[in-house]
């Protein structure tokens, strides 16, 4: 379903005259998301390099790159979130799974690149339902490549758009935003990402020190899953033991986090907390109500963030709510799908 006449007719000649003779037949089979995108990237990425050879020799030059730091990075030395060469710079974490996964893979993908190559244009005109030959294409069996290696770099790398439905958040879709794909997880992470309608918004949720990392978060946040969840859910999607300080740590659940008043040792500082935390619970009921008109909101909340941050050790139950009450107000800034009035 399109938004409007003028986003289908861009959509089909960039990718849906190809992926629309397929389509029905992957769903036939029950393939999900990842196989679906998986094969718009790789019509996508013959049309933007205008023919398999360029492409070939695109992904000869990305693979062949030595600083890991650049991979996928243009000539000119930027870093192209809209091209499809960043893609090939991203994560696939092939070398660790497992034989299983990737024997999975491998089957889905010969038969997206079967239905690709015998029903569509893609190389040149429909081919015969032959194997014997398709295999012995070796423009088919390298977008064939392409393909399965999409389908291993999606899931440890895309983002997922949403939306504010009256209370709830509802997922709207999934996109490569290669940019954001550059950011390193952590369960207490210090950005925090929003969707807006046509791109996501990062914002710095506690101060980052010139040369510190930025790390965004997973899905895993100390608050609200206990850590060897969150280790083995990471592990499992993403590939990595995680080594943040709430996982060294073990940092509590929301429920048993302490508050500033058991955690700062000086009056002062307590006194300085209790002062600028003043406004807190106004802030807390707009957020929660929804109504977020006051537009000293923002601020005011990371002023709040900015004194606990100074004063206190993480983690402190009074920053959590603060950082979460921003993070709401950040979500109610953007896409928003009112309930109507009957
Ligand atoms: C979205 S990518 C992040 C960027 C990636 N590190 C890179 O170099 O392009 C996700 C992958 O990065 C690695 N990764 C992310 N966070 C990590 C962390 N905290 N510790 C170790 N590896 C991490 C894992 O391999 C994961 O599958």
């Known amino acids: 379903m399109y938004c409007s006449e003028e986003c289908k007719a861009m959509e089909w000649t960039k990718y849906h005259d190809a992926e629309c003779a397929v389509f029905p037949s992957m769903l036939k089979m029950n393939f999900g998301k990842i196989d679906l995108l998986s094969l718009r990237l790789a019509i996508q990425a013959v049309r933007e390099a205008t023919s398999i050879e360029e492409l070939r020799k695109e992904l000869k030059e990305v693979d062949s790159w030595d600083d890991p730091r650049t991979k996928g990075f243009c000539k000119n030395g930027i870093f192209a979130s809209d091209k499809y060469r960043s893609l090939l710079g991203l994560v696939t974490n092939t070398e660790k ?3 299983q996964d990737l024997f999975r893979r491998s089957l889905d993908a010969s038969f997206i690149l079967y239905f690709l190559a015998t029903c569509t244009n893609m190389f ?3 081919l015969q339902k032959d194997l014997s030959m398709l295999i012995k294409n070796v423009d088919v069996t390298f977008v ?4 399965l290696r999409h389908q291993q770099m999606i899931p440890s790398n895309v983002h997922s758009f949403s939306e504010e439905r009256d209370l709830g958040v509802v997922e709207r879709g999934t996109a490569v935003m290669p940019f954001l794909s550059l950011i390193n997880h952590s369960c207490s992470p210090n950005v925090s990402r929003h969707s807006r309608s046509k791109h ?3 914002y710095a949720i506690y101060p980052i020190e010139k040369g510190e ?3 965004d978060n997973y899905g895993q946040h100390y608050a609200i899953t206990p850590r060897n969840e969150r280790q083995k859910r990471l592990l499992k999607q993403y590939y990595f033991e995680c080594n943040c300080l709430p996982c060294q740590e073990d940092w ?3 429920y048993n986090l302490k508050s500033f008043t058991s955690l700062v040792k000086k009056k002062e500082d307590e006194i300085k907390i209790i002062h600028a935390l003043q406004k807190m619970n106004k802030y807390v009921d707009i957020a929660t109500e929804g109504n ?3 537009e000293n909101i923002v601020d005011g909340l990371l002023k709040m963030i900015e ?3 100074d004063l206190v050790p993480m983690p402190c139950e009074e920053m959590n709510d603060v950082v979460e009450t921003l993070r709401r107000v950040y979500d109610l800034s953007g896409n928003r799908v009112e309930k109507l009035e009957l």
């Open 97 to 99: 799974r497992s034989v």
């Open 307 to 309: 004194v606990l941050y």
């Open 124 to 126: 040149g005109s429909p």
């Open 252 to 254: 509590p659940l929301y």
């Open 292 to 294: 977020i008109l006051d």
């Open 200 to 202: 996501i918004v990062m």
């Open 213 to 215: 990392q930025i790390f």
């Open 144 to 147: 064939g490549g392409l393909i």
